[in-house]
């Protein structure tokens, strides 16, 4: 691990108004007629703090069943020994040298726009040297991540400085804990582990629990660097948003710098919300009959739509009405650009358009559905719920990711964690079955419908200690575990995949052996439903959709840009598809 990470980056958290990179003002405004022509936020500033933070940090993983090692000499380890110290332990020495745990590398990265307490995902690896044969199985405990810098960068950053003194050597420097991080270890990507894969590097997903917020900046240009017009730029941000129930959005920290945290309806499509941050007029008296005529007119144009429906968005609650009548339209982006931004102004009227469109038009699926996720009112609530029923495996994931979203407690989603490993889920009763598996970001297995089960006859070796099998006409599985450490097992269960999955892992199985499982089945057609595996909800980039309402206002051609599209990975923070791959087989 190269500590090659900016040590003045936890001044981002704070608000001090050190910024060393800014953001463009968004692409998607059209060009407005002279009754439109209202100076915006966007107009005299420029966003700011808008590059993530990577962090690092030293941890301990323990539960290694013999497959950990001695952790090597040097820097990380005096590290981590002095964070056991701190913590109390005697025997750090034995900790470290024990075949049951092993030394860790951790990285994250902290996006612009987080908010405080967010959970991060958190990369696992060994340190050069290392003697540990797998991590697989091990658990992360307790620990932090921060920013670091060696002194010899920090010192030709200080270089202008004439009066800035630094060290001879080039010793590694520690910024702000900002992370802390702890959780099970999973597999870094089941598509194209092998279970019986020695495991050098894994992901604890969202493990990491972030200590402060990292706001953006809005940037005031030069020629507006004023704290009358800086105050007052802020007043006009709160204004917008405070018909959303939160406390301040914006502060006027300085005379050329507004400190922004991201309102919670925004907080999982933060280019969104940028957008509309920019396209807040500056002065509220401007906001006269003609102006708000003119961007109705433009809202019902699918060429135009999607940047009216921002202006609009952007003056608040007083654009409800005009929204609405984009509804009725006949063009989908037109009632999609409107129930999207009504949604994101807490009007849950605009629920069952969203549903529709999510069904109906692939390219604004992750839209619709986020801004679903964003809203926690029942019109939502029951909008998801009708959708885990769809016959679109990326319609169903998607509506189940939402409501986790809204809360991941409510009864209808709730998993149960199985083996300290994964989650396993059992929703949309009385519908299709389907079997739903991740390949990163969250272990879980989610079944859907009417009892996903096997189908005998089989027998499946899973891992290097399970078997799974059954017999012509049997009616349950029998599951062996051979394991010269533990001892010989054997359970019987029912076909159903719920009750085979839940006696695995009582046996001491991961999320890798469940889904070596499902995959096999599924492969020697001994599973009676669909399998979908990383069926994230699609969409375009956003200036993609506004360029089709002007070449395509009916979407002719929809599938088509999907299909360029799909390469690019697009969509929201809350469907974000690192892993590029999926699979959906038909049954």
Partial sequence: MKPCYLLLASLFLVGTGCVDSKVTRARIDSEPTKEAVVKTIGDVSTIGNAVPIPVSGVGL??????????????????????????????????ILESPNHSMVMLTSVIPPGSRKDDMLDIQVTLPEGSKTKSLRGGHLELCYLMTYETQQNVRQMMASNPD??????????QGDKLIYAEGPLAAPNLDKNDPEAEWKTAWVWAGGKLQASNCFHVLMNPDQQRYAVTQEAANRINEVFHGQGEDRVAVAKTKDTIIIAVPSIYRLNVPHFLRVLRNIPLDSRQLTNNY????????????????????LEAMGQDSIPILKTGLESTYPLVRFAAAEALCYLGY????????????????????????????????????????????IPEVRYGAFRALREQDPNQEIIRGTKLNKSFYLHKVALNSLPMVHLLNDKRSEVVLFGDTPALIAPFSFAIGTELTVSAKVEDNTVTINRFSVKHGNQVEQCPLNLEAIIRTMAGMGAGYSEVVQLVKLADKTHCLNCKLAVQALPKSLRIQELGESGKNDPTLKTEAELMQKAQSKGEGTALFDNSSKSKEVTKK
């Fill in 61 to 94: 993983v323990v539960g290694l069943d013999g497959n950990g090692g001695s952790a090597p000499p040097g820097i990380y380890r005096s590290m981590l020994e002095d964070y056991l110290k701190k913590k109390g332990f005697d025997n750090v020495r034995d």
């Fill in 164 to 173: 800035a003194k630094a060290a001879g050597n080039n010793r590694l420097l």
């Fill in 292 to 311: 708000k005529q003119t961007w109705e007119d433009q809202l019902k144009e699918p060429a135009t739509t999607v940047a009216a429906a921002l202006r």
């Fill in 348 to 391: 849950a009227g605009a629920a069952d358009e969203l549903g529709k469109l999510t069904e109906e038009h692939p390219s604004m699926q992750a839209y619709a559905l986020t801004a679903l996720a964003s809203l926690n009112e029942a019109a939502c609530y029951y909008k998801l719920q009708d959708l885990l029923a769809s016959t």
